[in-house]
């Protein structure tokens, strides 16, 4: 096929500017070619770019070259037109497009380049396997809605910026070719060509350079920013994601929390959503009480309550109290037998080891429980869940024996999956919902059960609760960090903490994770040694940037708002990575692969 020269040709309008004002004008117009009909004499194409759609008329009688070539276009053919905009007549006006009143009669139609059949179609909301839509990722990112994820990725970021700027946070580069940071995943290692047998990491995020950057009298530092973490595969994670991460002198956390609610406001505003502040702020305790999660969705009603039930009967049941229990107003009726027996066994596979419910009957109480508690105790129990008549009660607990610090965990844990689970059934959570919360007071440490040692439940940079400063060593499952998380409909969407800024205070929580001087300067020893220049307080936060704009997009999957992502499996399909590399360039890195190498 003969194509055409561009030339010193130059774009007019976007295909979808135009409008009747513009009737009469003479455009040019470049676009693919989104659909063609061939009516004989008329050859109808809808000219697309990512602003919209016009229709382009070649007709046989007014340009017999224009209708010449527009018998040769073909779909996703790229091709520039020179005519004049005309009004459609009355009948023919489209009112699904914005262009839909006019039409551009072609004098020139040039033929800019072809195109092969696509593996899908580009206009409307074809279903395409996730897989498919990777391998030819430019042509996904050619659709509508993909554009318009894209486009709204850039102004976020955009928002981001300027919102920042405002609040005087200064933006900062940090490296990527640095050493292990300490968000706990494992990390991508690049090897050094200069020096043999060394590696650079990925940061898993800009924690230390953030934290210097203070003691270096920036004063209030941020960045949008990509992070590394070498996580086990999960279906929305991605090894590379971006986070606004941002750190300030001199906090009182009330006023982080004032700009990031700021921020949100302005963000949600961009997709018409309008945020309410402040945001609710919740300790970890309650959350986990109440909702079984520490990212819970309170934007509906149902919430758990720690019950006890008389001693001996509970001994008789082999319980450990308290047990846990969720009053669903109206439930009574809403759950059959069979429906309380799936959740029987959601609650097991959940990590419950003992179920069972009350139905709140006007006078009577009916439950299996009835068997084993006397009719006064199970009114006790409705009482304390605060169960009125027609309501349904589910009790989750553990069986007595182990640790009841573990069991308690897991009986929450399992609470928070019964909660939604029982809300997905009654269709509780509602699209339009914008459940903002921080939940705040998080444990400092958490038992690391197969390694048998205290772990940190944020980075060991967290700083615990000045209260708690006493109990750090004694008691420190008690103890608890100046750390928080900002959750969006049951999304942890950002979190930070107030740093340690003294160096004493430091050394006493490494001491608690059991790292020695050695290893603690082995790891941290450069930010150990800035600690003792002048450190001011300081704290900070990170926003999940891939999830904030998938959620003001409206999609479950961070993929969907990354122009290229990987899959699930950490794959990037279109260009194929990674990928295996020449001998020669293992062994200038000093590198050898033993053992077989897998497929991807
Ligand atoms: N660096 C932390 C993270 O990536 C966030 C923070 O503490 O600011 O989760």
Same mark, same amino acid.
């Given at each position: 096929?003969?194509?055409?020269?561009?030339?010193?040709?130059?774009?007019?309008?976007?295909?979808?500017?135009?409008?009747?004002?513009? %009737?009469?004008?003479?455009?040019?117009?470049?676009?693919?070619?989104?659909?063609?009909?061939?009516?004989?004499?008329?050859?109808?194409?809808?000219?697309?770019?990512?602003?919209?759609? /016009?229709?382009?008329?070649?007709?046989?009688?007014?340009?017999?070259?224009?209708?010449?070539?527009?018998?040769?276009?073909?779909?996703?053919?790229?091709?520039?037109?020179?005519?004049?905009?005309?009004?459609?007549?009355?009948?023919?006006?489209?009112?699904?497009? %914005?262009?839909?009143?006019?039409?551009?009669?072609?004098?020139?139609?040039?033929?800019?380049?072809?195109?092969?059949?696509?593996?899908?179609?580009?206009?409307?909301?074809?279903?395409?396997?996730?897989?498919?839509?990777?391998?030819?990722? =430019?042509?996904?990112?050619?659709?509508?809605?993909?554009?318009?994820?894209?486009?709204?990725?850039?102004?976020?970021?955009?928002?981001?910026?300027?919102?920042?700027?405002?609040?005087?946070?200064?933006?900062?580069? /940090?490296?990527?070719?640095?050493?292990?940071?300490?968000?706990?995943?494992?990390?991508?290692?690049?090897?050094?060509?200069?020096?043999?047998?060394?590696?650079? @990491?990925?940061?898993?995020?800009?924690?230390?350079?953030?934290?210097?950057?203070?003691?270096?009298?920036?004063?209030?530092?941020?960045?949008?920013?990509?992070?590394?973490?070498?996580?086990?595969?999960?279906?929305?994670?991605?090894?590379?994601?971006?986070?606004?991460?941002?750190?300030?002198?001199?906090?009182?956390?009330?006023?982080?929390?004032?700009?990031?609610?700021?921020?949100?406001?302005?963000?949600?505003?961009?997709?018409?959503? !309008?945020?309410?502040?402040?945001?609710?702020?919740?300790? =970890?305790?309650? %959350?986990?009480?109440? =909702?079984?999660?520490?990212?819970?969705?309170?934007?509906?009603?149902?919430?758990?309550?720690?019950?006890?039930?008389?001693?001996?009967?509970?001994?008789?049941?082999?319980?450990?109290?308290?047990?846990?229990?969720?009053?669903?107003?109206?439930?009574?009726?809403?759950?059959?037998?069979?429906?309380?027996?799936?959740?029987? !066994?959601? @609650?097991?596979?959940?990590?419950?080891?003992?179920?069972?419910?009350?139905?709140? %009957? @006007?006078?009577?109480?009916?439950?299996?429980?009835?068997?084993?508690?006397?009719?006064?105790?199970?009114?006790?129990?409705?009482?304390?869940?605060?169960?009125? &008549?027609?309501?349904?009660?589910?009790?989750?607990?553990?069986?007595?024996?182990?640790?009841?610090?573990?069991?308690?965990?897991?009986?929450?844990?399992?609470?928070?999956?019964?909660?939604?689970?029982?809300?997905?059934?009654?269709?509780?959570?509602?699209?339009?919902?914008?459940?903002?919360?921080?939940?705040?007071?998080?444990?400092?440490?958490?038992?690391?059960?197969?390694?048998?040692?205290?772990?940190?439940?944020?980075?060991?940079?967290?700083?615990?609760?000045?209260?708690?400063?006493?109990?750090?060593?004694?008691?420190?499952?008690?103890?608890?960090?100046?750390? =928080?998380?900002?959750?969006?409909?049951?999304? !942890?969407?950002?979190?930070?903490?107030?740093?340690?800024?003294?160096?004493?205070?430091?050394?006493?929580?490494?001491?608690?994770?059991?790292?020695?001087?050695?290893?603690?300067?082995?790891?941290?020893?450069?930010?150990?040694?800035?600690?003792?220049?002048? /450190?001011? &307080?300081?704290?900070?936060?990170?926003?999940?940037?891939?999830?904030?704009?998938?959620?003001?997009?409206?999609?479950?999957?961070?993929?969907?708002?990354?122009?290229?992502?990987?899959?699930?499996?950490?794959?990037?399909?279109?260009?194929?990575?990674?990928?295996?590399?020449?001998?020669?360039?293992?062994?200038?890195?000093?590198?050898?692969?033993?053992?077989?190498?897998?497929?991807?």
């Amino acid at each position: 096929m003969k194509l055409d020269l561009l030339g010193d040709r130059q774009r007019t309008h976007l295909c979808g500017d135009l409008r009747e004002s513009d %009737a009469g004008k003479t455009v040019f117009l470049c676009g693919w070619v989104a659909r063609r009909r061939d009516l004989g004499h008329l050859i109808f194409l809808d000219l697309r770019d990512h602003s919209g759609i /016009t229709q382009v008329v070649c007709n046989l009688d007014e340009s017999p070259e224009s209708h010449a070539r527009g018998e040769e276009v073909r779909a996703e053919f790229v091709v520039g037109v020179a005519g004049k905009v005309v009004m459609r007549s009355e009948d023919t006006v489209n009112a699904s497009l %914005a262009t839909g009143k006019i039409e551009v009669r072609a004098r020139t139609l040039l033929l800019l380049n072809e195109a092969k059949t696509p593996p899908f179609p580009i206009d409307g909301d074809v279903r395409t396997s996730e897989e498919t839509r990777l391998r030819y990722r =430019y042509l996904d990112l050619r659709r509508s809605r993909m554009q318009h994820h894209i486009r709204l990725r850039h102004e976020a970021a955009g928002l981001v910026r300027r919102h920042m700027s405002e609040h005087r946070f200064v933006e900062v580069e /940090t490296p990527f070719l640095t050493r292990s940071t300490p968000e706990g995943a494992r990390d991508y290692l690049v090897p050094s060509r200069v020096h043999r047998g060394h590696f650079y @990491a990925l940061p898993q995020s800009p924690q230390l350079f953030k934290q210097i950057l203070m003691i270096s009298g920036l004063d209030r530092y941020f960045q949008i920013v990509r992070c590394f973490r070498d996580e086990d595969l999960r279906a929305d994670r991605q090894p590379e994601f971006t986070q606004v991460d941002v750190e300030m002198s001199f906090p009182q956390r009330g006023e982080l929390f004032q700009i990031m609610e700021q921020l949100m406001r302005s963000l949600f505003a961009l997709v018409n959503v !309008e945020v309410q502040t402040p945001f609710k702020v919740m300790p =970890y305790d309650e %959350a986990m009480e109440r =909702y079984g999660s520490d990212k819970p969705h309170t934007g509906f009603g149902l919430a758990w309550k720690r019950v006890n039930l008389p001693a001996e009967e509970a001994a008789k049941l082999h319980l450990s109290l308290p047990v846990k229990a969720m009053t669903v107003p109206g439930g009574s009726s809403q759950f059959s037998r069979s429906q309380l027996d799936k959740l029987h !066994e959601s @609650a097991t596979a959940a990590g419950a080891t003992w179920f069972s419910f009350l139905r709140i %009957a @006007a006078g009577e109480i009916l439950s299996p429980l009835a068997k084993v508690l006397p009719p006064q105790a199970l009114h006790a129990v409705a009482d304390e869940a605060g169960a009125n &008549p027609g309501d349904l009660v589910v009790l989750l607990g553990m069986k007595a024996g182990g640790s009841s610090l573990l069991s308690a965990r897991h009986l929450d844990e399992a609470s928070g999956e019964i909660r939604l689970d029982v809300a997905k059934r009654l269709e509780l959570i509602k699209p339009g919902m914008w459940n903002f919360l921080w939940v705040v007071d998080f444990p400092m440490f958490e038992f690391d059960e197969k390694e048998n040692r205290f772990a940190a439940m944020h980075h060991p940079f967290t700083s615990p609760r000045e209260e708690d400063l006493e109990i750090l060593e004694s008691n420190p499952g008690a103890a608890k960090a100046r750390a =928080y998380d900002l959750v969006l409909n049951g999304s !942890e969407i950002g979190g930070g903490s107030i740093r340690i800024h003294r160096r004493d205070i430091q050394q006493r929580v490494f001491g608690v994770l059991g790292l020695t001087q050695e290893k603690a300067r082995e790891r941290f020893g450069f930010f150990l040694d800035a600690l003792e220049y002048g /450190t001011p &307080p300081h704290g900070g936060i990170a926003l999940g940037f891939d999830r904030i704009v998938a959620l003001m997009a409206g999609e479950s999957n961070i993929r969907e708002v990354i122009a290229f992502p990987k899959t699930a499996s950490a794959v990037d399909v279109m260009c194929d990575a990674p990928s295996t590399v020449e001998t020669s360039q293992l062994e200038e890195l000093g590198l050898i692969v033993s053992g077989e190498i897998s497929e991807c």
